[in-house]
């Protein structure tokens, strides 16, 4: 993506975000916009530690207390979504920006021999995958808003 599509991506979620705060009555704070930037120049799957050692090296003052907080509003907004890849993180979920992002599925990989430490996240996009979504839709009568769908695995030697 260029640099000046970037921007306005980046201009138009601070809007969504400005119009959500004010909705709901929150304090429409620097540190939010500041954080929700920073998330959007990411291109990978981040935790709150994570995010709040980019912070810290990029010499924001933010407590993790405001970035645990921050990241429920973004979660409600549908700025970004939570994710639990496998048992080592069930303490530590996983978050991605979704505001622009198509519904996408995961394979989780572990390393070999390890109690399911994870090695790589790859994210893919299968269209059939949403011929069974509409298959679904049209067997109950529904419409399904979103889904979530993880494969676990190790490499093949």
Partial sequence: MDTIQKEKNIALIKDVLRNYLLE???RNTPERYTILEEIY????HFNVDDLYLLMMQKKYHVSKATIYNTIEIFLDAGLIR????????LTSSSYEKSYFDKQH???VIYKKDSD????????????RIQGIKEAIEEAFGVKIDSHSLYFYGTKND
């Fill in 116 to 127: 399911k430490e994870i090695e790589e996240i790859i994210e893919f996009c299968d269209p």
């Fill in 24 to 26: 709901k009555g929150f």
């Fill in 82 to 89: 939570k994710h639990q890849f496998g048992e080592k993180t």
């Fill in 41 to 44: 120049n990411m291109d990978h």
């Fill in 105 to 107: 599925d995961h394979l």
